[in-house]
């Protein structure tokens, strides 16, 4: 594993079902530096019924958005942790202007930014087909595809031996909503970021690999970019 050097923090973007979880813990393992993934915190708060779980459920089963204010709390807490330090990946953070804005000032109080965004596209044809047949690990998290990435046994976790499920809110009238809400809400994000010059554009239509060697030819060249070269080995 090459471990990071300079702080890096970096925002993957796109629409519901795009593979950013997917691709996430994949850059996890790869980079050494962790996934913070929104809708997964959520999701274990609403398990675990807290206070805070409690409210997203009404907006997540809706397909709406978490208020702003709920979520720039959470990823300010989140992002002072030791873990996050030398740099953190951000899947479903930010999701408006006004959490972008947000997340940049909380990384210039200690003196970071943001090193690049990677805004991974897809048609609409392909998220649908790819949110149809999500399972998801119940104890770990892990995510399959009934097609195109299927556990070794059907119902059952690889990785730790969970109970796999479909997300409540992958029903089909849910998955449009989200994807309006994405439309709406967090596609002006692309510009924000493209005039921002942090913008890279990634064809999410080839297979988890495909992707995630793009994303990863994406990263060095930002890397390259701010002199952060890797470690010799
Ligand atoms: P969240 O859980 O983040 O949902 P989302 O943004 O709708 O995205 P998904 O998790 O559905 O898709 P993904 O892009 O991660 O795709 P995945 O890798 O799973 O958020 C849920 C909710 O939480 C929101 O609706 C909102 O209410 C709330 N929330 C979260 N963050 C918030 C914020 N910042 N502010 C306010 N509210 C917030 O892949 C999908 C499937 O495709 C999988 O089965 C996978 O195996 C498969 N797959 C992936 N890549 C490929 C590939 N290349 N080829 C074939 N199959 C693939
Ligand atoms: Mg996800």
Redesign the pocket.
Known sequence: MQPALLPRFIVLL???????????ALLEKALGIPHL????L??DAIQRKTELGCL?KG??DK??????EV?IAMVRQRLAEPDCQRGAIL??????IE?AEALEAALAEEGKAINVVLY?KASEETLLA??A????CRRCGA???SL??PPKEAGKCDRCGGELYQ?P??TPETQRR?IQ??LAQTAPLIDYYRRKGLLVEID?????E??QAELMRAIEASRRQIGDEPEAK
Not at 14 to 24: C, I, S, Y
Not at 37 to 40: I, K, P, S, W
Not at 91 to 96: L, Q
């Open positions: 796109g629409p519901p079902g795009v593979g950013k979880g997917t691709q996430a993934a929104y809708g997964d959520f999701r997203a907006y997540i397909g709406e958005l978490v208020p702003d979520t899947d479903g953070f930010p999701r408006t959490q991974i790819r949110l047949g999500r399972w998801t995510v399959y595809h195109f990435d997300r809110d992958d989200r809400v994405y999410g239509e080839g297979s988890i495909e992707v």
